[in-house]
């Protein structure tokens, strides 16, 4: 054999946010390995675009002299590091998505264009050798200011004007003169993080159980471990995550807090902040400012930020002393992330816990049936809490109101009516959770039939009558009302359902006296319309909320003591398999909203169906029974968690189109034992903004060979001609 002669200029492979399964290869002279994950500057046909390298590799199997070389490497912001480079792999490989996208999309915008970063930079003082050689009588003798800054800077660290100045506010004059004589050097720090200041708090005293459970955990740093820590709601699941950081902080680590909702961080970033008053705390969620997301996501990288709190997005973020990740409200389906690279970040937080060999907790009072399911055959650890953390503070009683002989007039049943007037006179709060907004989901002619639909979405209209408007809430569109059925001229239309300001009219006009909030989508529209609404129920200026679920994501309303619930049942025959889990969780949740504090809570709940098991075991507060049922429906129908699926979309203009392309795909397919490859089909919701959506579902009793199938099958369809249609693969579908 020959051998290789090492060619003097290395190839760089670099990943550019272009949708190809593949790398790009550039001339990448000066560039050694410790400039993997940076990013750099290269050509790319007639434009410039950014990448990050991944490898450096001797030879090219690109013809070497038709590679560009790398115009510039930006070494502003620390590389990404080798694990994070490897659970970006993962998750291309997993959710068979192109390499280069997903790691382009881990980074903030600001990182992803051309231009170096622009950092924040505060001033910072530290002693030199001849600095720390001092002793206190090198100093005046009466300098009780230097003698303290003195003592302070031994430490030989870097200290900013923000610590300084609590030492002795003319600070300035002093380190001046000690930089001229050579005591101390000015240095520039990356400035902290801003966060206004909060009162510090103290750890309460844990509960038994919640002792238990952080003496668990706590065993299990420094490996990996998953825990699914069921607490019931208020059993105190965020004093467990206080401790578990505190631990990973005790330990030089840093610790991941995932949440759900961009809405839930400020809160919980305030909690954290009182807890940890001197650490620095990193928040990222897609609703920050661009520098501001660069900021917490640099603090991060550099390891400053100790904690960081975000939504999905964070599960990618740089960590060099990842210590422990938290997954809070774990069930909740805004973990998952729906277009461009399909990922469900609980599921990324555990693999990047297994790659680091660090334990993860995912924590909810209703986690997902896999999860439940990861719980029951061993790969997860079950701890449970299942008191309510506060002395005297017990689950709500569970009601139901039976609507077949207490029918209910415009929306509210006479029970229901009675359990808000006694809570109104008694000075307390009453929640209606009405799973809609708007006036009605539906405007009807009920002499011919006819419904308001949209014109580009296989969809009903929601009737708006604020704002006397029709709206669709899948695309958007948005047109007024009609006044007369378009099909038969009846002019008596009538809305069918009820939504949350339907519900607001009919509350009004049985409670005159009574203040009310509707609490959705539309009405917190404004920015800080809804943390000043929480104030206000807090303060205890709202008798009645009317809501959506964005009233019952973990919320904490000490006056609240009864939850009303109306149109539960429509889930029970809904064709998604997952309806009834979504169901159950969101009663148990919304019903944990009741009777938080010293006050007992009830909930109340209008339905047809009072025998349905579903609600039998809700009444006894059983997820555990439930989720048992659940599993054994799913093993027998051969639903997840029993059979692992994925998902190939398409979408185009045509039906047809769509649905030939998914044919080409089945045809496509290779043949593999144990997977089975349905039908393309149209989606449950068949037309969305005028694109019309079908889908092929294959699946497999495990894992491995689907994801070997998968692999195959990519290969074969970014070969399909695939013209005017758009497709993607959904791994771990949710939806089908
Ligand atoms: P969860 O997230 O499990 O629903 P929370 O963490 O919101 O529950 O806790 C519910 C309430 O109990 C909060 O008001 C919290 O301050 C309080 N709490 C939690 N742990 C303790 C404890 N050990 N002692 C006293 N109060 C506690
Ligand atoms: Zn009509
Ligand atoms: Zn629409």
Redesign the pocket.
Known sequence: MLPITPSATPIAQIALDIPVSRLFDYLAPGLTRQDIGLRVRVPFGRKEMVGVVMGLIPDSSHDKHKLKPVLEIYRDAPALSTELLRLLNFCSDYYHYPLGPTVMAALPTTLRRSQPIQIKLAHAWQLTSAGLALSANDLPSHAPAQRALLDTMRDGLAHTGATLTAICRGYRGIVKTWVERGWAAQINLPARLHAPPVAADTA????PA?QDAVTQINAAFTKYQAFLLH?????????VYLHLVASALDRGGQALLLVPEINLTPQLTGVFRARFPHIEIATLHSGMAEGERLAHWLAAAEGRARIVLGTRLAVFAPLPHLALIIV?EEHDSSFLQQDGLRYAARDVAVVRAQQQGVPVVL?S?TPALESWYNAQNGRYTLIR?DQ????N?RLPAINLIDTRSSKPEEGLSVSLLAAIRSRLAAGQQSLIFVNRRGYSPALMCFECGWGAACARCSAKLVLHLRERQLRCHHCGHVEPVVHACPACGNIDLKPGGFGTQRIEDALTRHFPEARILRVDRDSTRKKNSWPDMQRAIHKGEADILVGTQLLVK?H?FPKLTLVGVINADSALYSPDFRATERLFAQLMQVG?RAG??SDAGEVLIQTQFPDHHLYRLLQRHDYAGFAASLLAERAAAGFPPFVHQAVLRAEAGKLDTALAFLRQAQGAAPHMAGITLFDPTQASMARKAGVERALLLVQSPTRKPLQTFLSAWMLQLYALKANNVRWNLDVDPLEI
Do not use: V
Not at 204 to 207: A, D, G, I, S, Y
Not at 231 to 239: A, C, D, H, L, V
């Open positions: 309460p005293q844990l509960t919640q607490g019931i709601t208020g059993s105190g699941k965020t004093e809070d924590g009072a809490l309510r953390a506060i002395a503070a973990g904490d944990g938080r504090a």
